[in-house]
């Protein structure tokens, strides 16, 4: 059943698949809207899976046609070792091919980002844009936790310890007050308070319970592909609409990690723009999804679907600002509490 959070997500007729690709016998994935629409991506973190994207799915316009897949060692999709972000894209690749979805809208969630630039440089092709949610850096990604916290980490999750879990996850990926099942007291697994919502945070801890290949080894695993993880001269070449989506007080990704990501994007001959989120933490499509939810579909909404083309983004906004003032509404989708702040290409 989908997680419902203030009346955000309901049951809007998601549903849960699982097909055999060329790679995995059995890859799980949340599907939702218009079979016949434009088909919208979306890939978690680590230490996550498709449910935390299930609020987005559910308010996304019904003209599109979403799918949140689980990631190998991931929610529900079979098992299989990672040892290069390459293993992930081909995954996507073999996913995207067999369920003919091409060409398509790609958004990835912090090591989800990390794949979703991969596969742009793979396939561009089968892309008509690109959107990074708190992504790692395609220069790497080394964790601002201590390694025995990881580890720690590592032995709660093998041991089932959902406590342990939800207690990192309400530290590191939501800031303070967002969590949005209540406080945890040690060795709680209900939350208490105003936001205590345990339908929630059943849903939410039991994606992250089934990580299989969240394990942290400096010389093995998830960690040492991010960490040895490095693409920034071929993204830099990338000729498709890019946006970013970065919250202020994330502690997942650190804020030199954020900026590479912007500075290696503004290498190449696009403009690209970025939304703020001034009170969120790593977790945006949880934390403050009346935020989050409306951008998304507002930079959606700004591709021609079909005929593929690939407009300027501040040129796109300028005009969706201008029919804006026209209309009275908000087209663009965002709310009054962020800012956009437009960066214009390096020549």
Known sequence: MPWKIDGIATDNSLTQRNIQTPGLKNVCFMEGGNPEGLPVILLHDNLASSRWWEAVQESLPYRYHSLAPDMRGYGQTEFQPVTSMTDFSKDLHDFVTTLRLKPFYLVGWGLGGGVAMQYAIEHPENLVGLCLVN??????????????????LTRALRSNNQAEVATYLRHHYFQTGNFPVGNLT?????????????????????????????????????????????IHQEVAKLKLPVTLITSSNDRVIR????????????????THDELFLPQCGHSPMVECPENFNPALAGYLGRFNFQSVVYPSISDTIRRMEEKDAQTGERGYGVSGNTRVALDKSKS
Do not use: C, T, W, Y
């Not at 040690?186 to 394990?215: D, L, V």
């Not at 804020?255 to 696009?270: G, I, K, S």
């Open 186 to 230: 040690p060795g709680n697994i209900k939350g208490s308070g105003p936001n205590a919502n345990e339908e929630a945070f059943m849903h939410i801890i039991g994606g992250s319970m089934q990580a299989r290949n969240f394990s942290f080894n400096e010389q093995a695993g998830i960690f040492q592909v991010m960490r040895n993880f490095d």
């Open 135 to 152: 992504s790692i850096s395609p220069k790497g990604h080394r964790p601002p936790e201590r390694s025995e916290e990881l580890d720690e």
């Open 255 to 270: 804020q030199a990690e954020a900026r590479e990501v912007r500075e290696v994007l503004l290498n190449n001959q696009n």
